[in-house]
């Protein structure tokens, strides 16, 4: 398909265990983002790539938490020693524009994974 | 301090009939972009419609329309001719322009049903 593709959607892991979630952006977008979503509540901004520059990780919630997207393509989001609060939907979004100038370049989501920690 | 407050956690609408979605912000910056998002249960965020801070217009796609107030930082989503399709949580969303950097900051969200 030509969205924002995300694998896997559901991931159920011990705590503890590392997890690893994939990206596929859209082909030729430059910019790409990761949120993270708890239950009942709206996206919060993880970090953002523009092309395999990691321009802005300040919303990582701590050095568990590893983005890379080394080739400009598609990017990992790992979690090291995941805890129960890591348990929420990552997104995934992509935009073709670099530094989303004019203001109203939209981004384009994929579905998400939902990691849950038991 | 919340950057962006959705105060309905929930709504009912009648099908066929216009509903509004409350959403205030609190931006210093002078340039600032407001967004509207749909996430259906299937887990994808929809962009629906943005206003920019110095738009003098109200923007509008199709049936949805952004109530923006800027004295008041209050940026409503109004849908009119509600489709049972429509039922979905809604984000408010604002990116700020000069100090936001790259990330959009999004509200708690509305969930919206619609009643046939």
């Known amino acids: 398909g030509a969205g924002v593709s995300q694998s896997p959607r559901y991931k159920v892991a011990k705590r503890g265990q590392d997890v690893a979630l994939r990206c596929d952006p859209i082909?030729?977008?430059?910019?790409l983002f990761w949120y993270q979503q708890a239950l009942g509540q709206g996206p919060e901004f993880l970090t953002y790539f523009q092309n395999e520059a990691q321009l802005d990780k300040s919303g990582l919630p701590s050095d568990r938490f590893f983005a890379e997207r080394p080739e400009g393509s598609v990017s990992t989001l790992k979690i090291q020693r995941t805890q129960q609060e890591d348990s929420a939907v990552y997104l995934c979004a992509s935009s073709f524009r670099r530094v989303l100038e004019p203001m109203n370049t939209e981004a384009f989501f994929g579905q998400g994974t939902r990691l849950t920690v038991v | 301090a919340q950057k962006i407050t959705q105060t309905q956690p929930g709504m009912f609408v009648q099908e066929k009939e216009a509903v509004t979605l409350d959403c205030t912000y609190d931006?210093?910056?002078?340039?600032?972009?407001l967004f509207w998002y749909k996430q259906p249960s299937s887990g994808e965020m929809i962009f629906l419609i943005y206003?920019?801070?110095?738009?003098?217009q109200n923007a509008t796609e199709g049936r949805y329309s952004l109530n923006f107030q800027k004295a008041r930082k209050s940026a409503n989503l109004v849908i009119s001719a509600s489709q049972l399709g429509d039922s979905a949580m809604y984000f408010c969303?604002?990116?700020?322009?000069?100090?936001?950097?790259?990330?959009?900051?999004f509200g708690a969200g509305t969930r919206l049903f619609v009643k046939a």
């Open positions: 082909s030729g977008h430059v910019s």
């Open positions: 969303a604002m990116r700020e322009g000069r100090t936001g950097g790259f990330k959009t900051i």
């Open positions: 206003q920019g801070s110095y738009d003098e």
């Open positions: 931006t210093s910056d002078q340039s600032y972009g």
